[in-house]
């Protein structure tokens, strides 16, 4: 797989968060989709079936567990990292799909080249 | 005269300590709580006058709330915390400092004594110790306080994440969107009839490079900052372990003294470290890392303290430990500035800093009073003396109760 073949979906309510991580990763010449909503991100996802989803914690409507939980019945080859203010513990629904403390991903990133080895990373080791 | 003999007996074996005196200012009743309180017996003290009676409370002969239930005096009326007279009768409250090591805060009613024809003919006064109620109440305030603006300080840290999170990553974003390491940024600059290098030969000259590289470490402090205050909001998922205290007392003194940052500004080896650690402390059920965090803080901030103190004594910490009443209670001592009372009062609040700007965010105590009482289900507590020096205490429950 070369990088350029590496989908992300994005899921966040806040769009400056959306434009700063899809700006970062599209130089890095990744294929990036973006949804401002749970409810758009489980549209999306269907169709896309990105290699690695990262989804934003609190939204209005459906927060990021529930988000996840429902979009890994959809596509559940794809990698999912919860993107999250608080210190937060995975959840055993979480845990269960195979999510680990790895995969939260603490509010702001204060480096964006970690986060895009980290979606290289997972992306080829899991589906070459 | 049995009914005499009972009346007597009625104010000897009145609960509260008690006494009155004459329209002279003789004492002329003297009761047994008010024996035990001061360990004054009324042979010693009934018949004496000249405010004999304010000598086992001030050391020193002067009227005291009796004296102002016989004639109301504004001056003496200040130095009580609160004073309130309501006809015959006065009621006040006072720290008296001397009365016992630590200090007594006293609650007291006097009331004057008249005869049938309404003349004065003298006083009669009440007190009660009521230095632990004090303590209990100045330890719900510090809660309740630390609750609404640990919560608030939680909330605006939740909501600072995502802007902060604009600034930083956009900053990288823009550094990224002038690099020469990606072709589309040449092509782009192509397009609009500019050369790259030229771009970034301008952005050089102008220093822009620089001043979004501050942005980015401007924001990653702003962050830092944010992720303490988060700790107020912390969820118990942390690990806890059952550890034995003087290990842990002794790591966190190492720590110390090897902490880089103390190192350059407060050698803690100038500092004589004295260890007084009871041998029947319990093992105690905690989160290791974050208790070593906060004696660390307190440990830092002692060291700070003698450091800015003055230099006629000989530079000193002494860490105990203790079994007190279930709880596990450990103890930082310094002989260094210590604080006044209005800051003492503050010291928990987040932000509040007597260090100068840049040197202290104000949040490593009131982080400690979180990790403690929320996170610990413990007390942490400080008594303070201008130019003597000040002792935290942390008081843990025994292992066996989950945190």
């Keep these: 797989m070369r990088v350029s073949d590496i989908g992300v979906l994005l899921v966040d309510d806040d769009e400056m968060i959306r434009d700063c991580i899809t700006a970062y990763l599209e130089d890095e010449g990744l294929q990036v989709f973006a949804a401002a909503s749970a409810k758009e991100g489980l549209q999306k996802i269907a169709v896309i079936r990105p290699n690695v989803c990262i989804s934003d914690m609190n ?33 055993a629904e979480l845990l269960q799909i195979g999510m680990t403390a790895d995969d939260v991903l603490l509010k702001p990133i204060h480096d964006l080249a970690q986060l895009s080895a980290k979606i290289k990373r997972i992306a080829l080791s899991r589906r070459g | 005269m049995d009914h005499h003999r009972r009346l007597s007996d009625i104010i000897n074996f009145l609960p509260d300590a008690t006494w009155a005196i004459d329209a002279s200012g003789t004492v002329i009743a003297w009761n047994r709580a008010v024996e035990e309180l001061t360990g004054v017996t ?4 009934i018949g004496r006058g000249n405010y004999e009676y304010a000598l086992p409370f001030y050391g020193k002969r002067h009227p005291i709330l009796i004296d102002a239930a016989i004639s109301p005096n504004p001056e003496q009326e200040k130095n009580y915390e609160s004073f309130v007279r309501t006809g015959d009768k006065v009621e006040a409250e006072i720290f008296v400092p001397h009365f016992r090591a630590g200090g007594v805060y006293f609650w007291g009613t006097a009331r004057r004594l008249l005869d049938s024809s309404g003349s004065v003919v003298g006083a009669i006064e009440t007190i009660r110790d009521i230095t632990e109620r004090k303590r209990i109440q100045e330890v719900m305030m510090q809660t309740e306080k630390m609750i609404m603006v640990g919560g608030m300080a939680a909330g605006m840290a939740h909501e600072l994440n995502n802007p902060l999170g604009a600034i930083l990553q956009h900053a990288q974003n823009i550094e990224r969107r002038v690099s020469a390491d990606i072709p589309a940024n040449v092509k782009a600059a192509e397009d609009v009839g500019v050369s790259l290098d030229l771009v970034r030969a301008y952005l050089k000259k102008r220093g822009i490079f620089d001043f979004i590289s501050h942005i980015r470490t401007a924001g990653i402090r702003a962050s830092d900052i944010i992720s303490k205050m988060l700790q107020f909001s912390r969820r118990g998922d942390s690990v806890t372990e059952t550890v034995e205290l003087s290990p842990l007392l002794d790591r966190v003194l190492e720590l110390a003294a090897t902490d880089y940052d103390m190192k350059k500004k407060y050698d803690f080896s100038h500092i004589t470290v004295v260890r007084e650690y009871a041998a029947d402390v319990p093992q105690i059920r905690i989160i290791v890392t974050e208790i070593e965090q906060v004696l660390l803080n307190i440990l ?8 800015a103190a003055a230099a006629d004594r000989e530079p000193r910490i002494t860490v105990r430990s203790r079994l007190a009443d279930a709880m596990v209670a450990i103890e930082i001592e310094d002989n260094g500035t210590g604080m006044d009372e209005a800051t003492r009062l503050r010291i928990f609040e987040p932000f ?16 400690g009073y979180a990790v403690i009482t929320k996170g610990h289900h413990g007390l942490l507590e400080v008594r303070s003396k201008p130019g ?6 942390i008081s843990l429950p025994v292992s066996g109760r989950e945190v």
């Design chain 2, 352 to 367: 509040f800093t007597t260090k100068e700007v840049g040197s202290g965010t104000g949040l490593g105590l009131s982080v």
């Design chain 1, 59 to 91: 939204m209005p409507g459906m927060n990021g567990e529930e988000f996840i939980k429902n979009a890994f019945v959809l596509s559940p080859q794809t990698a999912y990292l919860l993107h999250t203010g608080m210190f937060y513990s995975l959840s």
């Design chain 2, 42 to 45: 009324s042979e010693q003290i």
């Design chain 2, 300 to 307: 830092k901030n002692a060291a700070q303290a003698i450091f």
């Design chain 2, 388 to 393: 003597v020096g000040s002792c935290f205490t």
